[in-house]
């Protein structure tokens, strides 16, 4: 079974660019996480879908970051314009439902790396 | 809002002896779900063992368990027999149960370095 796609692995822009996120989640789960995870930090959320709806969206700043999830399937990452303190790993994860499925697990992709210049 | 506190930033072992990691919780809610998750150098953040909160008896996976302490609201990790392949960030997570506040998502602690020493 293919895990949890994430692209790009690696980007480095500058201050007020934009750059935009990927994932795509194991076939038929339903629920799909953003986190954002800063250097020695643990993840934090910034946004949860279930299928193509918004379930909690409360830590993302939306002054600068969106997200979407057409279809209820791939999802996007935007961050427009990009801060210095945007500098993280964001984290794809997907789980069967909201409460994980079996035992509550939630699948994790590699990440993608922003460094903001 | 639940809260995470992983009080040790690094810990370390000798292959083949026994660590543990703490992790202790905040919350006001009955029923959730609590997580030790295992990230590697590669990022990838892999399920090492969960815990139901309704159960009283400790979930062990292999060389894996935990301690539930549910009115001290401490969940500890248990590594024996301790392999160079264990080494890693490990993070500890809290998930509400159904209809609770945080359904769903995960919250985690700082996170703790494990260093196996040969």
């Known amino acids: 079974e293919a895990g949890v796609a994430q692209s790009p692995r690696y980007k480095i822009i500058e201050k007020r660019q934009s750059v935009a996120f990927w994932c795509n989640p194991i076939s038929g789960h339903a629920t799909l996480y953003w986190y954002q995870q800063i250097l020695g930090q643990g993840p934090k959320l910034l946004i949860q879908f279930q299928n193509n709806g918004v379930v909690d969206d409360s830590q993302l700043p939306k002054d600068r970051f969106s997200a979407e999830r057409l279809k209820g399937v791939d999802s996007t990452l935007k961050i427009q314009p990009a801060k210095l303190e945007d500098s993280a790993v964001y984290l794809c994860?997907?789980?069967?439902?909201?409460?994980?499925?079996?035992?509550?697990?939630?699948?994790f992709g590699e990440g993608s790396r922003l460094t903001v210049l | 809002a639940q809260t995470v506190t992983q009080s040790q930033p690094e810990m370390s072992v000798q292959e083949a002896e026994t660590v543990t990691l703490s992790c202790t919780y905040d919350t006001s809610e009955s029923d959730y779900y609590l997580f030790w998750y295992k990230q590697p150098p590669s990022r990838q953040m892999i399920l090492v063992i969960r815990q139901e909160a309704y159960k009283q008896q400790n979930a062990t996976e292999n060389r894996f368990s935990v301690n539930f302490q549910k009115a001290a609201k401490s969940f500890s990790l248990k590594i024996s027999d301790s392999q160079l392949g264990d080494a890693a960030m490990y993070f500890c997570?809290?998930?509400?149960?159904?209809?609770?506040?945080?359904?769903?998502?995960?919250?985690f602690g700082q996170g703790t370095i494990l260093t196996v020493h040969p």
């Open positions: 994860a997907s789980s069967l439902d909201s409460a994980g499925g079996a035992g509550g697990e939630l699948f």
């Open positions: 997570a809290y998930r509400s149960g159904a209809g609770g506040t945080s359904y769903g998502k995960l919250t």
